[in-house]
């Protein structure tokens, strides 16, 4: 299961506080994703990014940040602002060219609880 | 921008039965549908994808058709085995740049033995 890994596993954190998830992959794929999975709701894309240095608000962008300053790398950071933050967050990564769309490789989640 | 619909919420089948599981997009230029499969606890997996240019694909038990007119595709799966139980979802196009994919709420079935 390497190639996209995320962590930690098992996050918690305080009302209040900012928290930042890392995910990273050695797949060389361009594109990166964020999504935020919760119980009945299936996955809803936070943020994603297609090139270094760019990206893109999902549907549900609000109270989350992103950066992409490495193509290895793609961090959220969830804020304060962010009003129901405890769930399970997936990061994926993607090929870009060829096929306008192309399989989506997920990482192991990490699972936040606020307290 | 996309909307997928997806049914049922949850499916319980007898292990050998066929498990069938629909979802509905609402942009008609929507021209790529995967289906992920979610085992428990685990990180969800391509299991197969279907382009707007077929109608049917297949791969062993399992396989997709596509209903362009209707603006629906299905996962078909045969001779169920338990370990086929798990949350399934669709997906289909997002809005924006190309890459981004819109998912369904996810389908779980769980296979009797």
């Known amino acids: 299961d390497g190639g996209i890994t995320q962590s930690p596993k098992y996050l918690f954190r305080k009302e209040g506080q900012n928290v930042t998830l890392s995910c990273e992959q050695n797949?060389?794929?361009?594109?990166m994703y964020w999504y935020r999975q919760d119980p009945g709701q299936g996955l809803r894309l936070i943020y994603y990014s297609q090139i270094v240095n760019d990206f893109q608000k999902g549907d549900i962008a609000e109270g989350y940040s992103v950066s992409r300053e490495k193509k290895e790398s793609f961090p959220l950071t969830v804020t304060s602002a962010q009003k129901n933050p405890t769930a399970f967050y997936l990061c994926?990564?993607?090929?870009?060219?060829?096929?306008?769309?192309?399989?989506?490789?997920f990482g192991p989640g990490t699972r936040l609880t606020v307290l | 921008g996309e909307n997928v619909e997806q049914h049922p919420s949850t499916l319980s089948v007898q292990e050998g039965d066929s498990a069938v599981i629909k979802c509905t997009y609402s942009d008609s230029a929507s021209n790529y549908f995967p289906w992920y499969k979610q085992e428990l606890g685990k990180r969800p997996q391509l299991i197969i994808d279907?382009?707007?240019?077929?109608g049917e694909k297949k791969d062993q038990r399992i396989a997709v058709t596509l209903n362009k007119t209707a603006k629906h595709f299905s996962l078909h799966i045969t001779e169920t085995q338990p370990e086929d139980s798990a949350v399934y979802f669709c997906a289909a196009p997002g809005r924006g740049s190309q890459g981004n994919l819109i998912f369904g709420k996810g389908t779980k079935l769980s296979v009797k033995p």
């Open positions: 279907i382009r707007s240019n077929v």
């Open positions: 797949l060389n794929h361009d594109a």
């Open positions: 994926a990564s993607s090929i870009v060219g060829g096929p306008s769309y192309n399989e989506q490789f």
